[in-house]
């Protein structure tokens, strides 16, 4: 049988610069033999490596390295200010948001809306997101940078490899394909286009960027995001678990009470109507239409239902109690069938986390085969994510930087014959 792809003399080629770009990139500024060093090859095998990636532009040289031995030094290599940048995109319930992130993963750009987008048609929603998007590209040209692609995060079950939402209940969504809508550049076009559940993308930031109150982020974990809705995303060995048709994490509409409050899947008792964001203020004696005015972007919901708890509102401590509680019974099953090194809370509960966390754990406790704790010893079962609310737009922007990270040149025209 042929070799497969990657052990081609080209394959291994790409996957050796996209090393030299990652540990420079995480790294940098390095020297040669550094980067050398870092990778397993020799100075000699480096060397061809970071000449390509000079001429493309997405190294830098940045002046003499530091060395102790003798001789002339070598310069150090960096990621530079220009090249390639990942635009993530974010369609929230009350929101849009849009940022770029370059090859050292920082935010160059960041543009956010309130949005009514509950119930409304999809065309609407992304004429509005490809103008947020537009604006960010405009910012980041003026910086030098050019998008490498574009990746959409949304509150929905996204058909596996493909651009479509098969159904976001509190959208209103079903089988809508976002890339007719946004920029003709894009998907067909020059510039890859990928959506995805924000969950995913939470949890894809959580494994480059995270690092919660358990340390840093293991290879193995389940992640929990909630904004109006509540998603998860189970990794394993650092590679999201996506189920047959893509679907997998949907803990928001595992119901905790199978009797209960009708939710808009269709369904009775799910999580989401009793530890979604929504849920929590009406409990609490608030109005979410109210608590998220003023603010775009998530988090004002939060803010105030942060604020009246620190301040001892009786009602809101108890929703907040309620919603750890129901959280909690939800989990039980997921860590049990799932035996996760850890749970990672993202999301407005991350902001929530003092006032939902003590109900979440008795629960787990209580319901869990082996007592909740981690599988290491080495810190709790349950962290809280640093990322918080920014965790979907943060991921969807380094998303969007991965086929530049897996394959460099393909960022460089000039340079994709040489494959």
């Known amino acids: 049988m042929p070799a497969p792809a990657d052990d081609t003399p080209q394959g291994i080629r790409r ?57 002339r030094p070598g310069s150090e290599l960096a990621i530079g200010d220009r090249g390639p940048a990942g635009i993530g995109a974010e369609i929230g319930v009350d929101h849009l ?6 090859l050292r993963g920082r935010v160059r750009a960041r543009v956010a809306a309130d949005a009514a987008n509950r ?10 997101l490809s103008a947020l998007v537009a604006e960010v590209r405009t910012g980041i ?27 976001a209940p509190n959208l209103g969504w079903r089988d809508a394909d976002l890339a007719p809508a946004l920029a003709p550049e894009y998907g067909a076009g020059a510039i890859p286009l990928t959506v995805e559940n924000e969950a995913n993308l939470g949890a894809l930031a959580e494994l480059r960027l995270g690092g919660g109150t358990g340390g840093p982020t293991p290879p193995d974990f389940l992640h929990v995001s909630a904004e109006i809705g509540i998603g998860a995303a189970v990794v394993v060995g650092g590679q999201l678990l996506r189920g047959a048709r893509g679907f ?14 009708p939710c808009d899947c269709g369904g009775r008792g799910c999580l989401e109507q009793y530890a ?18 003023g603010r775009p972007g998530p988090g004002a919901a939060v ?6 708890a620190a301040d001892g509102d009786a009602a809101t401590v108890r929703a907040l109690h309620e919603a750890g509680t129901a959280l909690g019974i939800a989990l039980a099953g997921a860590v049990n069938l799932l035996d996760p090194r850890t749970v990672v809370l993202g999301g407005s509960l991350a902001g929530l986390a003092p006032w939902v966390l003590p109900s979440l754990e008795r629960e787990l406790t209580l319901r869990t085969a082996v007592a909740a704790q981690p599988a290491d010893a080495r810190g709790p079962l349950v962290t809280v ?9 943060f991921g969807a922007a380094h998303a969007a930087l991965r086929t530049v990270l897996d394959d460099p040149l393909t960022f460089s025209p000039a340079h994709r014959s040489r494959y």
């Open 248 to 261: 997998a994490g949907e803990l928001g509409h595992v119901p905790v009470h199978p009797e209960g409050r």
């Open 385 to 393: 994510s640093q990322l918080g609310a920014d965790g979907p737009l």
């Open 15 to 71: 996957r050796n610069l996209a090393r030299v770009v990652r540990v420079v990139a995480a790294e940098g500024p390095l020297s040669r033999p550094g980067v050398a060093a870092r990778i397993g090859l020799t100075r000699a095998g480096v060397a061809p490596l970071v000449d390509a990636l000079l001429r493309a532009g997405l190294l830098v040289e940045t002046g003499p390295a530091a060395t102790g031995g003798r001789g």
């Open 303 to 308: 803010a105030l239902l942060a604020r009246r």
């Open 119 to 128: 119930h409304s048609e999809p065309g609407p929603v992304l004429r509005r």
């Open 141 to 167: 040209a003026a910086e030098g940078l050019r998008p490498a692609g574009l990746a959409v995060a949304v509150p929905g079950l996204v058909a596996r490899g493909s651009t479509t939402v098969v159904h």
């Open 97 to 102: 948001a849009v940022c770029a992130v370059d």
């Open 276 to 293: 979604g964001e929504r849920a929590v203020l009406r409990a609490g004696g608030l109005s979410p239409e109210r608590a998220a005015a």
